[in-house]
């Protein structure tokens, strides 16, 4: 089974679009991110959820909107797509444990935008 | 400034030796945890080896290990015995603080291991 899951693996799109990438864990974490990898394959966090509540959102465009249905899933609405948000965007989720948290990956949706 | 430093773009090594891929950082927390991930060319993180700020012993997890200098803030991965399935990209990573839920990467090791 899947731990962190992410459909879609691969999406390209036109500028301007409205696109959503979903993602679910079935590890029972209580948190879960999105990241960005670029070109330059910079791995950089975007936001984080416990619980279902924000608790990070780092300085992205509010034309990314991340939603958490239940603690499980973690979705990432964009709007009006530009050129620039071509990427890998990777889901994860952390459990911390005994003040180790490693966090588990999914497997990346490579976005692109045209 | 940069707050986890890989200074090796590219690494090359020969199956079966072994290799050091290089990781800096800064903080100013006492208290912080020390991250590696392998990226494979499919796509996908996968996490090798975990240490704590406050672990006296360098981690090992099978081949990998973490030689963890803390007076030099350095966290370097070392693999032994290279396999052709290691070559990847690697990314060190840090988490600041206990409260703090956040990973911030390296910009990453592309290793290369030559049959």
């Known amino acids: 089974d899947t731990a962190v899951s992410q459909t879609p693996k691969y999406l390209v799109t036109q500028m301007g679009n409205d696109k959503s990438i979903k993602c679910e864990q079935n590890?029972?974490?209580?948190?879960m991110y999105w990241y960005k990898q670029d070109s330059k394959k910079f791995l950089k966090i975007m936001f984080s959820?416990?619980?279902?509540?924000?608790?990070i959102n780092e300085t992205v465009p509010n034309r990314f909107s991340p939603k958490s249905p239940d603690k499980a899933h973690l979705n990432l609405h964009i709007n009006s797509l530009e050129l620039g948000d071509s990427a890998v965007y990777f889901c994860?989720?952390?459990?911390?444990?005994?003040?180790?948290?490693?966090?588990?990956f999914g497997p990346g949706t490579r976005l692109t935008v045209t | 400034a940069q707050k986890i430093t890989q200074t090796q773009p590219g690494m090359f090594v020969q199956e079966k030796e072994a290799v050091t891929l290089d990781c800096t950082y800064d903080t100013s927390d006492q208290s912080y945890g020390l991250f590696w991930y392998k990226q494979p060319s499919s796509g996908e993180m996968i996490f090798l080896i975990y240490q704590g700020s406050y672990d006296e012993q360098n981690a090992t997890e099978g081949r990998y290990s973490l030689n963890f200098q803390k007076a030099r803030k350095s966290a370097n991965l070392v693999i032994s015995a290279s396999q052709l399935g290691d070559s990847a990209m690697y990314f060190c990573a840090m988490r600041e603080g206990l409260l703090s839920e956040k990973l911030v990467f390296g910009k990453g090791t592309k290793l290369t291991v030559n049959p």
């Open positions: 959820y416990n619980n279902k509540e924000l608790i």
């Open positions: 590890l029972g974490h209580d948190t």
């Open positions: 994860a989720s952390s459990q911390e444990r005994e003040l180790v948290y490693e966090q588990y």
